[in-house]
């Protein structure tokens, strides 16, 4: 594995399994960037990138958690940095063991994955 330990990988696994959104987005990010306005709304839901229809807003919030615990990052050209995300090497390694174990990639967020995320993200718990 990538990661650096698997305390850092079930953090990233949770917070993916916790949002929104599908695994089109993450094999979509693998080959490009992907602005958020392509992930809010319907046409979001229409790319399979999300479940439900989301505000811009709520995307960049959500994206920026994943960047947080180390599965995204923002795309840089020679400009500087841009409005589009990319799989971060943890990312990478997500999507394939996600691709590779179905069983794996069906697992839904209980409740006690839910609270400990949102704990996580409030910075709560380490």
Not at 24 to 44: E, N, V
Request: glycine share 8%; charged share 25%; aromatic share 8%.
């Amino acid at each position: 594995m990538l990661h650096d330990s698997e305390s850092v990988y079930r953090r990233a696994w949770r917070a993916w399994i916790c949002s929104p959104f599908r695994l089109p987005l993450l094999q979509a990010m693998s080959t490009k960037g992907i602005p958020p306005a392509k992930i809010a709304g319907w046409a979001g839901v229409q790319a399979g990138y999300s479940r439900r229809p989301l505000s811009e807003m709520r995307v960049d919030q959500e994206l920026m958690w994943l960047i947080q615990v180390g599965l995204l990052r923002r795309e840089v050209d020679g400009q500087g940095i841009t409005d589009r995300y990319r799989l971060a090497p943890l990312g990478r390694q997500l999507l394939q063991d996600l691709e590779r174990d179905e069983a794996f990639a069906g697992i839904s967020a209980s409740w006690a994955d839910r609270l400990r995320n949102r704990l996580t993200r409030w910075r709560l718990l380490p």
